[in-house]
């Protein structure tokens, strides 16, 4: 029998079952596409209906076999006020903070870091607009804004005792994480709840929604398999006991699955937990719970689903969008066609027609059930659901693809329109997404209580809707969840509706579990407390930055090349820079770069620490530049100490010392006068201590045969020995010609000149021996500034006889003199004034040398030649420090015009070699006759070697042994003075006596 009514298609089931167990079928417009039905099939031409009805006693005939011709007119839906648009997705929309302000709730941080990432194409208002960019402008606050989040995951990791808030806190921030971060909370999310001895639904629920939250490429297959593999060994524990533990296992499994079909998971045959997982799925069949049947049957079918490559929903995709990589990438980027998808259903829906026909026996048993009004959930127990993947299924995929698209016109004509609108699965699987659409806190009010009013028209309005009475029974349920809620508009509604059902409801259900599908949003956020009392050191370190950057700046640089060790051969040579990468990029823990004096060591470790900054990012490794001198006892804490002549505070440089990760680059091991491993006595990457990669420079000349032994890691173990394979070195090697020629390149330009860089490279190479002499690069720099003077009144520069020690001695009086005329142009106060007239008085570059070399000697004798002097006035007025840097205005013009540099209270000679330049001249000074500004013979050395050389004096009072430099200072002046070489001889043959 055939019982018609004329009900339109967007209110009847399409093969709804009449009380009298009779099969009603509906169309819509003439001139629509055919429908297919599962066990109905109608095609319409016109106005004219032909229908198969198959019953029990009949055997299955070739579609169609019977017609049978009625009118139908097609109406429009009584509910045209309920989703009649498709909305823009909701967004959180929080207040926004200002720039260094303090953020409320984890909410609004999440909010923030959304704008961000600008990865959702989302319109932005005034406010959000005028916030970004003035974000954009600064990237510090960027950086210290993704570093709360990434905190707040090293917080919660750690944290021993999570609570629901803190879960519920943390997992807000699963769309706005990085892929490393959101790994590592992910795999301490699956630790948790693998190791948790009772069920923490919380903890299960914050899983499957970060799960959910991931963002592409984030997921990995082994993942996915460990929480099935996890969920289906719970199950198998806890599915004898109350049906609350199953449920939740149940409805994560479901999600997980869906999860894998959202990212496209390929490979799918490693899944090893398929036959498993189907039948401790089946087994819960016989459970006379429908809310935990309906959630078995969803789980069941997303897994039969995952089995093959292409997802039913990919299939029906198929249709209107073509090959689709997942349906992430639907919910992402594409919008779904409602048309589309009803068409893609139906050929589904077909295709499981087809397999009736071939499988009759599960025809005869389903068509049984049916007939003698069993429901869906006495189908459920009768093994009706099988291995075959159902339509509603499929349909219910597509429902929740438009609902988290905000296309809800599309889900209102997906719930009137499905071919299979009236299996019960389906039904129910709507009124569950409807309920948690009204629940939605993140939806706007209006379209929350849309959804009520949709429940209540398909449960007043709708005779195809709720054949089943457990379908009712579900809906009353939701309205009954919904009533309760604190939103005063969407429960009124939710009261409203319930008090109207209720008067035809014979049975009522208490409501068994929380109607979400996400953790509910916290009432406060206890992480981003604790955060926030952490200091941030991102500012600190972008203001330390970029001051070194600017102190950094070398006007020439030439990159070095470097050779294994001091034994390795001279034409073996590498690029330096390269081979200290190669160092970042390994194990190794400390590489130690050698050089003669002035060989361009510390100038190679400025501009790697230029490279290091330049290429730092927020949150990685963090290059520290320490100049060894300059920190008192480096032997111990010396990043510290470091951290603090940058104005790090202690909690910033506790925090560092926790978390963060530095490369060391240590200058001038030797001028610190150290004799101690730096790396060990810092206790460097051992526990609790600084975690660290360690590039020192020292002079060659300063290290004996087993020097090595000073800077080689020690491996781990009882007898901690040396670890060779962690340790590294370079030995930086002389300047080639082509290199020297670069050099003279990049200086020409800097000052206005008459030569050219041929000009230079030509008497360079004419005077003899000068171009080994400059391939030290800091002779080179002094070179090419007393060059020009060198040769002045030279014509044969074959004859010029140039010796290290006069380049040093030219470009001093080079240096006083251009201070000099500098001093003389510019405008000085009186007192400055009447000073320098007194010193040009009694010869400016007299005065000048005099200042250099007593304030070498006294380096020497105070400071046992450490280079570097510290002087705070109020600290040191009454020290010899005093004579040197005080406020005097003679000391200070005197110390402004000399070759020493000033950075904050520390004050240096600009080269170590300059420090020992000037203290070989206390040993012998071949001016000291001079008058004025020039250079005068030295007076001839008288018989008595008392009378010549002060016996109190630095020759006779301080071992040079260990000075190499300053020897060799002193050699050339014997070349160049026979009379101090006479000195000498009287001293030797005095100590005979």
């Known amino acids: 029998t055939l019982a018609m009514t004329n009900h339109p298609l967007e209110l009847v089931g399409p093969h709804a079952r009449n009380h009298d167990n009779t099969v009603t079928t509906h169309t819509t417009n003439p001139g629509d596409r055919p429908h297919n039905l599962g066990d109905t099939k109608l095609l319409s031409t016109d106005k004219t209906i032909r229908v198969m009805v198959m019953t029990k006693d009949a055997p299955l005939p070739p579609l169609p076999t019977e017609s049978i011709s009625t009118s139908a007119t097609a109406t429009a839906p009584p509910c045209t006020d309920i989703f009649s648009f498709n909305v823009a997705k909701p967004k959180l929309r929080k207040q926004l903070p200002k720039r260094q302000d303090c953020f409320n709730k984890t909410s609004q941080l999440v909010y923030c870091l959304t704008l961000l990432l600008k ?106 398999v460990k929480i099935l593999s996890i969920l289906r060994t719970r199950l198998e524990d806890t599915h004898q006991q109350s049906t609350e533990h199953p449920y939740h296992l149940t409805l994560a499994v479901s999600r997980v699955l869906d999860a894998i079909a959202d990212h496209n ?97 599960a025809y005869d048993s389903f068509f049984s059930l049916m007939e003698n009004g069993q429901g869906v959930f006495d189908s459920l127990k009768a093994g009706y659901v099988s291995v075959k993947k159902q339509s509603w299924y499929t349909a219910i995929r597509a429902a929740y693809v438009f609902a988290q698209a905000c ?30 659409i009204a629940s939605d806190t993140i939806m706007e009010t209006a379209h929350r209580q849309q959804a009520i009013g949709l429940i209540g028209e398909l449960y007043n309005n ?47 259900s208490k409501p068994p579990y929380p109607l979400r599908n996400h953790l509910p949003m916290p009432a406060s956020s206890p992480i981003l407390a604790r955060v926030q009392n952490i200091p941030s050191v991102e500012y600190e370190l972008h ?84 100049n060894l001198p300059a920190i008192d006892q480096p032997d111990q804490d010396m990043i510290a100490k470091q951290l603090k002549l940058c ?65 080689m890691p020690q491996s781990s173990g009882h007898y901690s020995r040396p670890a060779a394979e962690l340790f590294q070195e370079a030995v930086i090697a002389p300047f080639t010609r082509d290199q020297i020629e670069n050099y003279v390149e990049q200086y020409v330009p800097l000052e206005p000149r008459t030569w050219t860089t041929q000009d230079y490279m030509d008497r360079l190479s004419a005077i003899p021996h000068l171009m080994d002499l400059v391939s030290n690069p800091f002779l080179l720099t002094l070179a090419l500034e007393a060059l020009p003077a ?19 001695d030219v470009f001093v009086m080079h240096w006083l003199n251009v201070n000099k005329r500098r001093l003389e142009s510019n405008t000085l106060s009186n007192a400055d004034r009447a000073i320098f007239d007194q010193l040009l008085d009694a010869g400016f570059v007299f005065m000048g040398m005099d200042y250099s070399t007593r304030l070498a000697l006294a380096i020497f004798e105070k400071q046992d030649g450490n280079p570097v002097v510290k002087y705070t006035h109020l600290r040191d007025k009454t020290t010899w420090r005093v004579v040197f840097f005080g406020p005097d205005p003679e000391v200070r013009l005197l110390r402004e015009s000399s070759p020493v540099t000033r950075t904050g209270s520390l004050f240096k000679f600009i080269h170590r070699s300059m420090l020992e330049y000037f203290f070989s001249r206390i040993v012998f000074d071949p001016s000291a006759q001079e008058e004025c500004d020039k250079i005068a013979p030295q007076q001839e050395v008288g018989s008595s070697v008392v009378q010549s050389l002060d016996p109190d004096g630095p020759f006779f009072k301080r071992s040079l042994v260990e000075e190499p430099s300053i020897i060799q200072f002193l050699c050339d002046r014997v070349k160049m003075h026979p009379d101090f070489e006479k000195q000498l001889h009287s001293i030797v043959n005095k100590s005979k006596t």
């Open 119 to 224: 990865t959702q194409k989302m319109e932005l208002d005034e406010d959000e607009q005028g916030w970004l960019e003035e974000m954009e402008q600064d990237s510090i606050e960027q950086d210290h804004v993704r570093w709360l989040a990434i905190r707040m995951v090293e917080e919660f990791v750690k944290d021993p005792f999570k609570d629901s808030v803190e879960i519920s806190e943390i997992i807000m921030l699963g769309s706005v994480l990085g892929r490393e971060h959101y790994r590592k909370l992910l795999l301490s999310f699956i630790k948790e709840f693998d190791e948790a001895r009772l069920l923490d639904v919380d903890l299960l629920q914050g899983l499957v929604q970060l799960v959910h939250s991931s963002s592409a490429g984030f997921l990995e297959l082994n993942d996915l």
């Open 265 to 361: 998971v390929q490979d799918l045959n490693r899944i090893q937990e398929h036959e498993p997982l189907s039948g401790v799925l089946l087994g819960l069949k016989g459970s006379s719970d429908p809310y935990l049947l309906y959630q078995t049957c969803y789980a069941f079918q997303a897994l039969q689903c995952i089995s093959n490559n292409e997802t039913p929903l990919e299939a029906v995709l198929r249709h209107s969008i073509g090959s689709v990589d997942g349906l992430a990438k639907v919910l992402g980027v594409l919008k779904l066609d409602i048309a589309s998808v009803l068409e893609g259903l139906e050929s589904l829906q077909e295709s499981l027609v087809e397999t009736f026909k071939v499988a009759s026996a």
């Open 407 to 436: 296309q809800l016109k599309d889900l209102k004509q997906l719930v009137y329109e499905a071919p299979c609108r009236g299996d019960p699965l389906f039904q129910w699987g709507i009124c569950q997404l409807l309920g948690e």
């Open 462 to 508: 709708d005779l195809g809707w709720g054949q089943d009475d457990c379908i009712k029974t579900w809906m009353v349920t939701i309205i009954s969840q919904l009533a309760t809620l604190s939103d005063q508009a969407v429960s009124a509604s939710a009261c409203a509706l319930l008090n109207e059902v209720k008067q035809n409801l014979t049975t009522t």
């Open 543 to 626: 203001k330390a930055r970029l001051l070194r950057l600017k102190e950094a700046q070398l006007p020439i640089y030439i990159p070095p090349m470097g050779k294994s060790n001091l034994q390795a051969r001279d034409d073996d040579l590498f690029p330096l820079s390269e081979k200290v990468q190669e160092f970042l990029d390994s194990d190794r823990q400390v590489m130690l770069i050698l050089g003669d004096s002035g060989a361009g060591k510390s100038t190679f470790n400025t501009h790697l620490e230029s490279e290091l900054l330049q290429s730092y990012k927020g949150g990685g490794v963090i290059p520290l530049f320490i």
């Open 647 to 711: 104005n790090f505070s202690d909690d910033q440089i506790q925090e560092l010392k926790l978390r963060r990760r530095f490369v060391l680059i240590c200058d001038g091991y030797d001028e610190s006068q150290q004799l101690v491993n730096l790396y060990r006595t810092n206790m460097l990457n051992q526990p609790g201590q600084w975690s660290a990669k360690m590039v020192i420079s020292c002079r060659s000349q300063y290290l004996g045969q087993d020097y090595r032994s000073r800077f």
């Open 790 to 808: 060198v040769i002045e009144g030279q014509r044969d520069l074959s004859t010029i006889k140039l010796a290290r020690v006069q380049l040093y």
